[in-house]
């Protein structure tokens, strides 16, 4: 099982990005995608969760109305488009499917500031 995220950078606070997770070593199709962010001393939380075949999604209040998880199964491929990012959107990104047990991705870094 293999997870690695990408689509990371600098922005400004107001800006967007997208992320992207490329995910393999397991049947995509059949399970939910999740992403987490880890901000410096932070805990890691849950930011999304999209279930198989995208007939549900979950956000963290914090990203609710700014973030939408998506995905696409034929490249398995989850996506997070981030849209009016605040500076404490700053974390590292990752995507993760729990029903897997897999190892985790490195990440991407994701930093929102002036």
């Known amino acids: 099982v293999q997870f690695v995220e990408s689509g990371g950078g600098l922005v400004q606070p107001g800006g967007s990005l997208r992320l992207s997770c490329a995910a393999s070593?397991?049947?995509?199709?059949?399970?939910?995608m999740n992403w987490y962010r880890q901000a410096p001393g932070k805990v890691r939380e849950l930011v999304a969760e999209i279930t198989r075949a995208g007939l549900s999604t979950n956000y963290a209040d914090s990203v609710k109305g700014r973030f939408t998880i998506s995905r696409d199964d034929a490249k398995n491929t989850v996506y997070l488009q981030m849209n009016g990012l605040k500076p404490e959107d700053t974390a590292v990104y990752y995507c993760?499917?729990?029903?897997?047990?897999?190892?985790w991705g490195q990440g991407t870094q994701v930093t929102v500031s002036s």
């Open positions: 070593g397991f049947t995509f199709s059949r399970d939910a």
């Open positions: 993760y499917a729990p029903a897997t047990f897999g190892s």
